[in-house]
């Protein structure tokens, strides 16, 4: 569990789809080839795991103050890559934080993103509820837009943020969340794919 599950205990935020309802890795596939969706992506495998975020060394520009992809995590974002281009899927824009493993990710995965700080991290290992109300504020409208037909938008950021908009904790990393937007509604997760499930034939 992450930090935020540590803070907010058996608090629910979620009040998206029952994860019970979560459909298969194919039929997530199959799903996402018209278009249509949000894929929330957990940056893939690190070195190590550790709040970087709230570290005074922090620099967001320099990823030595960071932690790093590791070799699995590198192989990863290739296979989500190669996934997505392997069943076609529809990628309107890739949208990613400013920390360098996650635009890592969507630079291996995809050769192409913009970086955008509503995905970041705010400055805290244990967040108060006043930092897990600007996460959901910021990742909110993320997770709601609507992409153009016939296509999907790709966001790849990090475990608390989407915790704190959704009430579930993005595990492994390299997860993928398929979203299913909604106007003036809560959108509607519909399930989750591992970077390893991307590569099925």
């Known amino acids: 569990m992450g930090a935020l599950g540590l803070l907010i205990g058996g608090c629910s935020l979620n009040n998206h789809a029952d994860t019970q309802t979560e459909l298969s890795s194919k039929q997530l596939i199959d799903l996402i080839q018209d278009g249509g969706y949000i894929l929330y992506i957990r940056h893939a495998q690190t070195t190590e795991d550790w709040a970087d975020q709230a570290s005074p060394q922090l620099d967001i520009d320099d990823c030595s103050t960071q932690r790093k992809l590791s070799s699995q995590g590198i192989n990863q974002a290739k296979q989500i890559g190669e996934g997505i281009k392997f069943h076609a899927i529809p990628v309107e824009s890739v949208q ?47 997770l709601n837009q609507a992409p153009s037909v016939g296509k999907n938008i790709v966001l790849v950021g990090h475990d608390d943020p989407f915790e704190a908009s959704t009430g579930i904790y993005p595990e492994p990393m390299g997860v993928t969340y398929v979203i299913k937007p909604i106007p003036n509604q809560t959108p509607q997760i519909m399930g989750k794919l591992t970077a390893e499930e991307w590569v099925i034939q």
Do not use: H
Request: one cysteine or more; proline letters at 4%.
């Open 96 to 142: 990613t934080s400013e920390y360098c493993r996650a635009w890592k990710t969507a630079e291996l995965a995809f050769g192409q993103y913009q970086k955008t700080d509503q995905l970041n991290f705010l400055p805290c290992e244990i967040c108060n509820q006043d930092q897990i109300s600007q996460y959901k504020q910021r990742v909110d409208p993320l």
